[in-house]
């Protein structure tokens, strides 16, 4: 299956970058290369595109959707390592950066991945396949507190206690294997009258998925060190796809402001707060009506940009 996934927000990507001819750029998450053939397009031969993906075949297909430039570096890693990507690659500051957060329409469509609550696979959900954790860990190894702390944080789901509880007596029988099994297990500890609010096993699979690839933990800690890699005037594009990561983004920027917290009883400040720029959108911007009728999983992107000053 070839990795294809609709840019979303991308015109809107590519006006918030603000791109110089000769800057350096990073896509912290290359996916299809989607937005990356538009920054790059952007660029002469004395500017560069770093593109960095933790999926390998995302990088294989970018690869060959960009091989007539000869001005990008691909990284296999994460983006929650990007000081240490350009401490490696001997990079000191870049003009811009942008993460489109959450899983791509490949992964989610293709069936052996385990993403899908509609498709019958294994458990896996792991964005980098050469990690060790996976969702069939998740649901067969955690404990049902800790299931449960899962589901109702990362998956905002209410039924969080009976779904943790009705997957640990279910595996006390016999191993979860496959994604439909969970998915009727899941089915079994929501009342029948909630069933009509949406997909039954939406919220779960997100949570697990979040959990597998660790997405929000280090959230707030990697913009803050988005913010630091740029060079003056550099710009952060984020988009975001659910609450919780808009919530660490719009936090961290919020913070990268440099307000000063004290008590205002202090007669001076303690909190060493250092203003690294500027909220470029005051509101996130989100995708037109004609975008989102093109591409359904554009309708819950917002896109927060943030430049360094």
């Not at 299956?1 to 809107?12: A, G, I, T, Y």
């Amino acid at each position: 299956m070839e990795f294809n996934h609709k840019p979303v927000l991308l015109n809107e990507c590519i006006q918030g970058l603000n791109i110089k001819k000769d800057g350096i750029y990073i896509d912290g998450t290359m996916g299809g290369a989607g937005h990356s053939l538009q920054i790059v397009k952007n660029l002469s031969k004395d500017g560069m595109l770093i593109g960095i993906d933790r999926d390998t075949k995302a990088l294989e297909s970018a690869k060959e959707r960009l091989k007539q430039f000869d001005n990008i570096k691909y990284i296999h890693g994460n983006h929650d390592n990007i000081k240490n990507i350009l401490e490696e690659i001997k990079v000191e500051k870049v003009d811009g950066i942008l993460l489109d957060l959450g899983v791509s329409s490949y992964q989610i469509d293709t069936p052996v991945r385990g993403f899908s609550y509609i498709q019958e696979s294994q458990l896996d959900m792991r964005m980098d396949t050469t990690q060790t954790l996976t969702a069939k860990e998740v649901v067969n190894t955690y404990k049902e507190e800790d299931l449960a702390k899962i589901i109702y944080e990362y998956g905002e789901e209410k039924f969080s206690r009976q779904i943790a509880k009705t997957i640990c007596e279910y595996r006390n029988k016999k191993q979860i294997e496959t994604t439909l099994e969970l998915v009727d297990i899941i089915k079994q500890a929501i009342p029948f009258f909630d069933k009509n609010g949406g997909h039954p096993a939406k919220r779960t699979f997100q949570a697990i998925r979040i959990e597998v690839n660790n997405e929000i933990e280090p959230l707030y800690n990697t913009v803050i060190d988005c913010i630091h890699s740029l060079k003056q005037q550099g710009r952060l594009c984020i988009i975001t796809f659910h609450s919780l990561e808009d919530r660490a983004v719009k936090k961290a920027y919020n913070d990268a402001l440099g307000k000063c917290t004290c008590p205002k009883e202090l007669p001076y400040c303690v909190c060493n707060a250092k203003n690294l720029g500027k909220i470029v959108n005051k509101k996130p911007i989100l995708p037109t009506k004609e975008e989102q009728q093109n591409n359904i999983r554009s309708k819950s992107a917002k896109l927060r940009i943030f430049e360094k000053v």
